[in-house]
């Protein structure tokens, strides 16, 4: 067990990818994501690894691109207007079958925003913003620890499914310093093998990296390929805390930094003997519909709350259907609600329930 | 009997999709000659564009990938800079792909001295697209979609690479050839090979710009072509090395 | 054995080694490939000087070149 070290969220991001045997970072700067290719920068030599300042998002996701197809474990850290520019890169990475992680660090949107937190891009995120039927693994942690543990996660993942994985946090859990347990250094030699990989067809087959095909037939065929492949994740990837669900009749649903308030916000009603439960998505995509569907004949109603106008309350009304009301309270633009905005709002819901 | 002249070995056997007469058959086998002729096949990678030489992968007998229109550049780099230091990596990409959409990503792959080999094949167009105005097209050449001729008040001035990327501290080669005869043939031949082993020599970044026709989308006969590219594209653009030694 | 080895189904006759070929010796068959042309031939062997400007020019790998063997008194 390695000792507690006080870290920033967006540094700990880098640290625990090095931990996962990550020796590739291509990443460009934008607010509130800067520290990672600082520290990236610093300590990335310092293992014997590579770090570039590309010229934008666009050649930052293609670097990326480039170092997965030649076999190495590669990351890019950015934040959503970034994560927009790196959207056709996500489709020909997901098309290509390339593994690579890919942390965006959401801030007040839509356009230029600001940079405070907030998590109005898990459309883009979890629906995908590029072009085609794609899916990337996605994951929204709510505390330090825990993105430093999905992060180390993630390359596993992506080595895995050969595909990308995307870490959805934002400006509050990223600029948050916390004690956390870093995992150990991976031996490189443990590294999962990779003969697809492009290193010079010596002594073997040539290797071909692409999504093009020109045959719809073929392609057909390649899209439910990938269709199995994303329904396999979806059965063995789900990833959901649940908080005092088992008598609860009031759910909240939130994830990542609300996820946490909203832990805090259920602690404060359960002392006020109100049976109110969280269930907290991890995995954004797969998202945790089953969980959901399993708790509505106990429930009364569920309350979504987001940094957003709305976007995974429409996965919730998926799980829910129309068998239980599912309130919604967003902040969008930056706005953090507090745990007494979110105690206020249920209790708002519960006096609607009850008239 | 004893061979003057045989196919390259590093090319696959197989008909190209490549219209009659189109110059990047040519310059696909003078890569192939080179690959072959500095022993270096089996730690070749190829960056393909968006193009119509999109199928370059299947032609050679190499790793490639291909990779969004205009960013082959960026992979390059990734590519380059993840493996051994012995691995060849070169791009191969028309005027859309590199002097349009992906300006960035070439001026700045020469700038940090990107040890890699680009080969860039300037035929005035958008061939796959069928024939649009490119940052090459000549003044006052009709395409696709400058229907009254290139204007410089509406379109501006044709894009010169080979000059362009001889500014740069960290480019080692920049040269301008074409393919319409032997002897030019031949010199573009020995400028490929300078652009490889500069890569092998740790030198920095070698780009070779090769003018080349396109009798499809001109909507000349395969002859004129090339007597376009002699004649119209070389007043342009005239040949030379721009920066770099041989 | 031929100066020059054609592979037929290569030729999208384009013309440009006929065009180029100094001694003029190389011409349109009224062979016609799988793709639809008439591919090119060597009309005169002999006049062949195996120059190889028809492999230099030629975009689509389709003649392979040989020069016959000096003999030991030539």
Redesign the interface.
């Known amino acids: 067990m390695g000792e507690k070290v006080l870290i920033k969220g967006v540094e700990a991001i880098a640290e625990s990818a090095i931990r996962a045997g990550c020796r590739?970072f291509?990443g460009y700067p934008i607010t509130p994501q800067n520290e990672t290719p600082e520290y990236m920068s610093r300590r990335l030599p310092q293992v014997e690894g590579?770090f570039?300042q590309?010229?934008?998002e666009?050649?930052?996701i293609?670097?990326?691109?480039?170092?997965?197809?030649?076999?190495?474990r590669?990351m890019t850290t950015t934040s959503s207007p970034g994560f927009s520019l790196m959207m056709?890169?996500m489709s020909?990475l997901v098309g290509?079958e390339l593994p690579c992680v890919v942390a965006n660090v959401v801030r007040g949107g839509p356009g230029l925003g600001n940079i405070a937190p907030a998590q109005s891009d898990y459309f883009q995120a979890t629906k995908g913003g590029g072009h085609g039927d794609y899916k990337t693994i996605v994951f929204g942690p709510s505390t330090v620890q825990e993105l430093v543990e999905l992060t180390y996660h993630s390359f596993d993942l992506a080595d895995k499914y050969r595909n990308p994985v995307v870490l959805l946090t934002d400006g509050a859990l990223g600029q948050m310093m916390e004690p956390v347990i870093f995992p150990e250094m991976r031996k490189l030699n443990t590294l999962p093998e990779k003969p697809w990989a492009?290193?010079?067809?010596?002594?073997r087959e040539?290797?071909?990296?692409?999504?093009?095909e020109m045959d719809p037939k073929i392609l057909e065929n390649i899209n439910w390929e990938l269709q199995k492949k994303f329904q396999k994740i979806s059965e063995d990837e789900v990833k959901y805390e649940e908080y005092a669900t088992d008598d609860a009749e009031f759910v909240i649903v939130a994830y990542g930094t609300i996820g946490r308030i909203a832990k805090s916000t259920v602690k404060a009603l359960r002392e006020e003997n109100i049976p109110v439960g969280l269930i907290r998505p991890i995995s954004l995509w797969p998202f945790p519909y089953g969980v959901i569907t399993q708790l509505v004949p106990q429930v009364e109603a569920f309350m979504v709350v987001e940094m957003s106008a709305g976007q995974m309350v429409e996965d919730v009304r998926l799980a829910v259907g129309d068998r239980r009301p599912v309130f919604f309270y967003g902040r969008p633009g930056g706005m953090v609600p507090s745990p007494r905005d979110i105690t206020e709002k249920v209790k708002q819901c519960l006096s609607m329930l009850l008239s | 009997m004893k061979p003057v002249y045989l196919r390259p070995q590093s090319m696959e056997d197989r008909i190209t999709h490549y219209c009659p007469g189109c110059h990047h058959g040519i310059i696909h086998r003078l890569i192939g000659e080179v690959i072959d002729e500095l022993g270096i096949r089996g730690k070749t990678i190829g960056v393909a564009p968006i193009g119509c030489s999109v199928f370059i992968y299947a032609y050679f007998k190499l790793d490639f990938v291909v990779t969004p229109h205009g960013r082959a550049p960026a992979a390059a780099t990734g590519i380059k800079r993840s493996l051994p230091s012995d691995r060849i990596v070169f791009t191969y990409q028309g005027d859309g792909d590199l002097a349009s959409i992906g300006l960035a990503e070439i001026i700045h792959a020469a700038n940090r001295g990107e040890n890699i080999t680009s080969i860039f094949v300037n035929n005035a167009n958008y061939g796959m697209t069928g024939g649009q105005l490119a940052p090459t097209t000549l003044l006052g050449q009709i395409t696709t979609t400058s229907p009254y001729g290139r204007k410089i008040a509406v379109d501006g001035y044709p894009f010169h690479i080979a000059e362009l990327m001889s500014n740069f501290k960290g480019v080692a080669y920049s040269g301008r050839f074409a393919v319409y005869d032997p002897k030019k043939i031949i010199s573009a031949r020995k400028a490929i090979k300078t652009a490889f082993k500069n890569q092998m020599e740790g030198k920095g970044f070698s780009i070779v710009e090769l003018l080349s026709n396109c009798p499809i989308n001109w909507r000349v006969s395969v002859s004129d072509s090339i007597k376009f590219v002699k004649e119209n594209m070389e007043a342009e653009f005239p040949l030379g090395v721009f920066k770099g030694g041989e | 054995m031929s100066k020059l080895v054609i592979r037929e189904e290569f030729c999208k006759a384009c013309g440009i080694c006929i065009e180029h070929c100094p001694p003029k010796v190389l011409g349109l068959s009224n062979r016609v490939n799988s793709k639809g042309y008439n591919s090119i031939e060597l009309v005169d062997e002999e006049g062949c000087i195996t120059c190889g400007f028809c492999y230099l020019v030629c975009p689509d790998l389709v003649i392979d070149v040989y020069k016959p063997e000096k003999k030991k008194g030539e």
Not at chain 1, 62 to 72: K, L, T, W
């Open positions: 590739m291509f590579i570039l590309a010229e934008s666009i050649a930052a293609n670097m990326v691109m480039g170092a997965s197809a030649a076999g190495a590669v056709e890169g020909y290509m492009l290193t010079g067809a010596l002594n040539k290797n071909i990296i692409m999504s093009f």
